[in-house]
């Protein structure tokens, strides 16, 4: 054999052995989001990546609402990632850098001058389905006398096919704007409700701290009311010998926990909205996840 048939043999070798090295690489999928500075929600992200048996990895990820996809190259180390969403002229438009914490990958997002913090899941690949969002529910609020219109949806969490959103609405009837909150099972593109799926017993203590810290607030905000504002409100059917009505309360989970949102502990009608405020009570996600029925949707949501 002359010396440029070895080379010649040694370059098909190495060919054929890199190319059996990245044969064998894994599929990893990931969801979760961007936060921008300074912005309460998030831009929910869904990453799909392949990773070789020498650390390289090519891949995309998408804005789940939108559904345009950005190339990913890079490497992984351990459980540190380095990726960059390629450029023209070998330059890098795009960088993601991220590695393991406790039950997340958390990082940094980089473009230009512009940073994002990243937080991402493991995500199984059945999941692909939920790409992009599509939410069809219904979150119009009509009656006979008010015609609300949504002026934009927030997104607060999107994780393990699950989504809670802000929605913002406008009164037709030039009263205050309000919001309202949602969660989605996004499978079934349908609404659900979180108290359905917690253990009553378990929820009990917890609902019971909230709900005195809901009352103390409110009571708060009628001390700081004018008798003119009460004299208003009377109109509308508030009385302080009422209970308040604590049983008017939604679930929405979030980055952060899960909160109890009162929108209305008084029973009032829609005209004296602007003179009470919604109160808002935060618990940490770490105890609300005891009170979770054992085998029920949020089991998936939360572990």
């Known amino acids: 054999m002359n010396i440029r048939t070895s080379i010649l043999y040694l370059c098909i070798t190495f060919s054929v052995f890199f190319t059996n090295q990245d044969a064998y690489a894994k599929k990893v999928s990931f969801e979760g989001w961007f936060v921008q500075p300074d912005i309460a929600g998030i831009l929910p992200i869904w990453v799909e990546l392949e990773v070789s048996n020498n650390g390289n ?41 991220f590695s393991k914490d406790a039950d997340s990958l958390t990082g940094e997002w980089k473009k230009g001058n512009e940073y994002m913090s990243v937080t991402l899941y493991d995500a199984s690949e059945d999941q692909e389905q939920f790409i992009p969002l599509q939410i069809k529910t219904n979150f119009s609020k009509m009656t006979k006398k008010h015609t609300d219109s949504i002026v934009d949806i927030e997104y607060l969490m999107v994780k393990k096919g699950l ?11 030039g009263t205050r704007d309000w919001a309202s909150y949602h969660t989605i099972d996004l499978q079934k593109n ?105 085998g029920s949707l949020l089991t998936r949501f939360f572990h």
């Open 57 to 97: 990895i090519q891949g995309w990820f998408c804005y789940r609402i939108d559904g345009e996809k950005s190339l990913l190259q890079g490497t992984v180390d351990g459980d540190d990632y380095s990726l960059s969403v390629p450029g023209t002229k070998g330059k890098y438009k795009e960088v993601l850098t």
């Open 163 to 173: 989504a809670s959103v802000k929605v913002y609405h406008s009164k037709a009837s």
């Open 190 to 294: 349908k609404e659900i409700n979180l108290l359905e799926y917690v253990d009553a017993n378990a929820f009990k203590a917890l609902k019971i701290v909230s709900d005195n810290y809901a009352e103390l607030q409110a009571r708060e905000q009628l001390e700081s009311l004018t008798t003119e504002d009460i004299m208003e409100m009377v109109q509308c059917g508030f009385s302080k010998e009422d209970d308040f009505h604590f049983d008017a309360v939604v679930l929405y989970p979030h980055k952060t926990g899960i909160t109890l949102y009162y929108q209305d502990l008084f029973g009032l009608d829609e005209a004296c909205l602007p003179y009470i405020f919604p109160i808002e009570y935060e618990i940490p996600l770490k105890d609300f996840t005891s009170c979770i029925k054992k």
